[in-house]
Structure formats: structure tokens, C-alpha cells
């Protein structure tokens, strides 16, 4: 059945899953109080790294990244093809550094639950390493060799989404400033600033960092926060850094246009977007650690985004159970982008009223009551 479905934020999870719904079919409105891509998602690095981003164990999170990656390359090319932009998607790999030797043996123990579930990744040292990846400095022990992760241009990604999104019929609206979610039991009305109201039989709410504001609304708690992620890049030649690198004190990502991105500090600043010298500073030492090449190289670009970080690091997707004409799809924190496919066909799969996999009830909205 046809339905008619309002999706508020326009960031990547916002155009993720209206470009799913409109596929299926429904009649789908995006609204975006400010610029669609304007906020967390055009400010990521794009990696799509669930095995490096996620250390502690095989958890939901970690389940639905993996599925989500699984899911990437059919994907990507099918916002390709339908928006007719490019946008870079490419299969570097990654490495997880380490320096000492009680380092080394966690990336094994690591390694170890990882190939349960699809990795192929192996442990690197000396020459192994050092032949892959030249550049890296010869005071890293050893490194977690993952071939599966990939990374994609963040920006252009969700510029071409927007696209896609508008070339098969999604309505977008954005610059509304404010909305107010009017009624949403027996059905769905949302008010702009400018008195415009949109309709519709379901509502997704897909505002990253400011889903808090809905609780009183929607009557449930949704402890979603602000963490600010400074981030920085290098102008390179030659693509001195061929893998994602990460270790526990940050990541660098070398990109098709010769930018080296690194990142991020993890601040609690409400929603101030600001960069600061501490910041990039911090990140600057971390990474000539690394990459001895980039000491006296100043960064070219800093910037900074909010990511929507949850209470208990799990994102909340699923529908409300005082009304299913909700459905929540916030708090995605440091994976929003990888994330991106598995979220939209989750939620699509919701509203479809269809058996979605049951690991995914670790996302209810309502766990916190
Ligand atoms: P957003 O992109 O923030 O979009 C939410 C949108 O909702 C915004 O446009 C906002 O204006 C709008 N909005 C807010 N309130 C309302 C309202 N009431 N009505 C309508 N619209 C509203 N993830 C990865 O997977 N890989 C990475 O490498 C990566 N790197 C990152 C690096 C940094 C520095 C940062 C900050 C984040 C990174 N992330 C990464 C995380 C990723 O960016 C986020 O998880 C993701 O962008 C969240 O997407 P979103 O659509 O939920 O939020
Ligand atoms: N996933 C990288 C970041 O959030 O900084």
C-alpha cells in the first residue's frame, strides 16, 4: 500500500530513507529547517569502517555497521546512476596501528571475534607493513590489516543523495527555520515557520543531534547529545597515505583529490560548531606520530560537525508504540554514514510493517522510558 510519509532533517539518514521509501514506491516529503547535507553529514569523513570504529565486541551496533557495509556497494551505485553524480567510493582498506606490544595482542584478540563475522583482515609487521603502506613511521609494532572497509567523500555523497532523492520524486523543503509537529496520532501534520502545514500518514524523525527537542512531544525520553568532532585536512601529493589508518588516538583517510583528512576530537560543546587550536593541535600530534612527513605541515582546512550521540551508544530506530505512525531514526553517532543503506531499510521495512531481524529491538526508541 501507498503511503505518504514526512521525513523531518535532511541529512544523510533523512535522504537515505526517503530515497528507499520513494523506491518502494510511497509519496515521500523531506523537511530541513536549515540546508540538506548542512550539519553532521557533510562534516564526516565517510568512512565505512565498522570493524575499526567498533572494538568492544560483536554488540547490535557493530551487527547492523557490518550489514550496513555489506549493503555499500549496490548501493552507492544505485545513487550514482539515479542522481547522475559522482562521488568517490573507494576500497583502501584500513589499518589499526599499534605501538607497544599489550596493543599488538588486542588487535589479535580482536582480530579473532572479527572473522566470525566476515573479516578478512590479518596482522601486519616489519616489511609486511611497511611494503603496503611506506610511509607510516617505523615506531608502529604492528597493525590489523581490514581489506573489507572502504571509505566515500562525505559531501558529495549526500549532495548526490539530495539529487537522487529529487529525481525520482521526493518532495524537498528546506531553509524552513522551524517546525512544530502538530498531530501525530491519528495522523501526521507538521507546521512551518511560515504557516505552511504538510501532511501525511507517517512521520521519520531523522534530526541527528536535535531529536531531544521531539521527547516532550512524542512523550518518551530521547537522551540524544551533541559531541563535536574537530577534523582537519592536509594537502598532499602523490597520495602519501594509501589506507585508512586508525589508532586509539584518532584516524587518516587519504582521498581521491589528494586531501589527507584527519580526525576527531570527541567535545562536549552543546551545539557550537567552532574550531579550536587545542583541537586541531591535539590532532596534529597524533598525527605526525604516525606520518613523520606531515611535521611542519600545516593542515589547509579545519572544520568541525555535532554527531548525535545516545545515552547507551546505540542509535534509536524503530516505530513508537503509542502510535506506529512514527518512526524515530536518530543517534548514529560516529557512523551515520556507514550506517546510511541499513537505517533506510530498516525504517522503510518498518513502515512496510515487515519482519525486520530481531537484533535490531537493542534500537527501540522507548528503552529509556
Ligand atoms: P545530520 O547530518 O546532523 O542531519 C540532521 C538534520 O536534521 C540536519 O540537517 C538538521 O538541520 C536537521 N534538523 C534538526 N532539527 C530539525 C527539525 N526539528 N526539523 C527538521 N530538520 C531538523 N560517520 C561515518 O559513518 N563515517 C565517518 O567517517 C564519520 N566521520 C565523522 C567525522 C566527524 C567530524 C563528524 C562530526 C561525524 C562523523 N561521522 C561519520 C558521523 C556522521 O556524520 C553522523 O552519524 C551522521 O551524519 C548523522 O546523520 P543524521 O542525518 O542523523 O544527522
Ligand atoms: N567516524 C569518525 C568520527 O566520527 O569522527
Not at 502510535?323 to 536518530?330: F, I, Q
Request: charge should be negative.
Amino acid at each position: 500500500m501507498t503511503e505518504t510519509i514526512v521525513i523531518m532533517g535532511g541529512g544523510v539518514i533523512g535522504l537515505s530513507c526517503a530515497f528507499e521509501l520513494r523506491s518502494r514506491g510511497h509519496e515521500v516529503t523531506v523537511l530541513e529547517i536549515n540546508r540538506c547535507g548542512g550539519q553532521a553529514s557533510g562534516a564526516a569523513a565517510g568512512m565505512l569502517a565498522p570493524y575499526s570504529e567498533n572494538l568492544e565486541g560483536p554488540d547490535e551496533f557493530f551487527r547492523l555497521g557490518v550489514e550496513s557495509l555489506r549493503l555499500y556497494p549496490e548501493w552507492q551505485s544505485q545513487v550514482k546512476r539515479v542522481s547522475g553524480m559522482a562521488f568517490e567510493y573507494t576500497p583502501s582498506g584500513s589499518l589499526y596501528i599499534a605501538y607497544h606490544e599489550a596493543d599488538r595482542l588486542a588487535l589479535e584478540g580482536r582480530l579473532l571475534w572479527q572473522k566470525e563475522f566476515g573479516s578478512t583482515g590479518t596482522l601486519l609487521e616489519g616489511d609486511a607493513l611497511f611494503r603496503i603502506e611506506p610511509m607510516l613511521s617505523r615506531n608502529v609494532r604492528a597493525a590489523l590489516h581490514t581489506p573489507e572497509e572502504c571509505h566515500l567523500y562525505a559531501p558529495e555523497y549526500v549532495r548526490a543523495l539530495e539529487q537522487a532523492c529529487r529525481f525520482i520524486g521526493v518532495r524537498i523543503f528546506d531553509q524552513l527555520e522551524s517546525l512544530a509537529i502538530v498531530e501525530w496520532q491519528r495522523e501526521i501534520v507538521v507546521q512551518s515557520a511560515d504557516q505552511r502545514a504538510f501532511g501525511g500518514d507517517r512521520l521519520i524523525v531523522c534530526s541527528g543531534a536535535w531529536a531531544r527537542e521531539h521527547g516532550d512531544t512524542f512523550g518518551i525520553q530521547i537522551p540524544v547529545y551533541p559531541i563535536r568532532g574537530q577534523i582537519c585536512a592536509y594537502e598532499t601529493e602523490d597520495k602519501p597515505v594509501r589506507h585508512m589508518v586508525f589508532s586509539n588516538q584518532g584516524y587518516l583517510v587519504g582521498k581521491e583529490n589528494s586531501t589527507l583528512v584527519c580526525g576527531a576530537s570527541e567535545d562536549v560543546a552543546g551545539f557550537d560548531t567552532s574550531v579550536t587550536d587545542k583541537g586541531i593541535d591535539r590532532l596534529r600530534r597524533w598525527n605526525k606520530q604516525a606520518f613523520p612527513f606531515l611535521e611542519h605541515r600545516p593542515p589547509f582546512h579545519r572544520w568541525a560537525g555535532l554527531r548525535p550521540s545516545t545515552q547507551d551508544g546505540l542509535p534509536l530506530i524503530g516505530p513508537l508504540s503509542g502510535s506506529n505512525r512514527v518512526v524515530l531514526a536518530v543517534g548514529h553517532y560516529r557512523n551515520g554514514i556507514l550506517l546510511s543503506p541499513a537505517t533506510a531499510k530498516l525504517v522503510a521495512d518498518y513502515v512496510e510493517e515487515k519482519r525486520v531481524p530481531d537484533y535490531n529491538r537493542a534500537f527501540d526508541p522507548e528503552r529509556f522510558g
